[in-house]
């Protein structure tokens, strides 16, 4: 089946610097790519829509400029979290649109901010 | 935002034994799916079923659609250690994005 990886699988930095985690579809081009956030025992939440080749579209009370989404080509997209604080600390997972219109999840990359 | 509720929001039973999962939603879908998701894992899609699909099988999964109460639920018979995981309900908003409910976590005990 096809399959989406994550890079990190996990990452741990110091309140302030920017993180970024990495989202590809590994046998298949997406044009859509979502990246949701999930924090512990709560479900996923929606941030963002990213577009390959245009300007992602942000969930109601994401921080477009603290969460910077560039869906580079059609396997790649990528999510930095700046300036990032403890509160952002959490499990950020990535899926992609196959053609199918099936979507594929990533593992998920786990964000600790000291 | 949540389309909706799960319910139990937490579910321990014996190995051997079935567990149902309740998912209620919001609006009108196309399709809910339902998904399965291992402790600090990614999420592992598991069934869809249609609008105008009242009950769909595979393997020891049987999941129900009633869209007249706006509600869904997974069955899964003859569980295993192995079933152990948070199970989420998940229905379209617009065109591809997918909304979750808050999940069940279902633990089976050997």
């Known amino acids: 089946g096809a399959v989406v990886s994550q890079h990190p699988s996990w990452v741990i930095c110091k309140s302030g610097t920017s993180v970024k985690i990495e989202c590809r579809s590994l046998d298949f081009q997406a044009t859509t790519m979502f990246w949701y956030r999930q924090f512990p025992k709560q479900s996923l939440m929606l941030m963002a829509t990213s577009n390959e080749g245009s300007k992602a579209t942000y969930e109601q009370g994401v921080e477009k400029d603290k969460f910077l989404i560039n869906h580079a080509s059609l396997t790649l997209s990528t999510l930095t979290v700046t300036s990032a604080h403890p509160e952002d600390s959490s499990f950020y997972i990535c899926s992609a649109i196959s053609r199918l219109d099936t979507q594929y999840f990533g593992p998920g990359t786990r964000l600790t901010v000291l | ?110």
Request: hydrophobic share 30%; glycine share 8%.
């Open chain 2, 1 to 110: 935002s949540q389309q909706g509720e799960e319910d139990p929001q937490a579910l321990s039973i014996q190995e051997g034994e079935n567990a149902t999962m309740n998912c209620s939603y919001k609006t009108s879908i196309n399709n809910l799916q339902w998904y399965r998701q291992n402790s600090g894992r990614g999420l592992v899609h598991l069934i869809l079923i249609r609008s105008n699909e009242r009950e769909k099988h595979s393997g020891r999964l049987r999941v129900t659609l009633d869209t007249s109460k706006k509600s869904s639920s997974l069955l899964i018979t003859a569980s295993r250690a192995a079933d152990t995981a948070s199970y989420f309900c998940a229905t379209p908003q617009g065109a591809q994005k997918l909304v979750f409910g808050q999940g069940t976590r279902l633990t089976i005990n050997p």
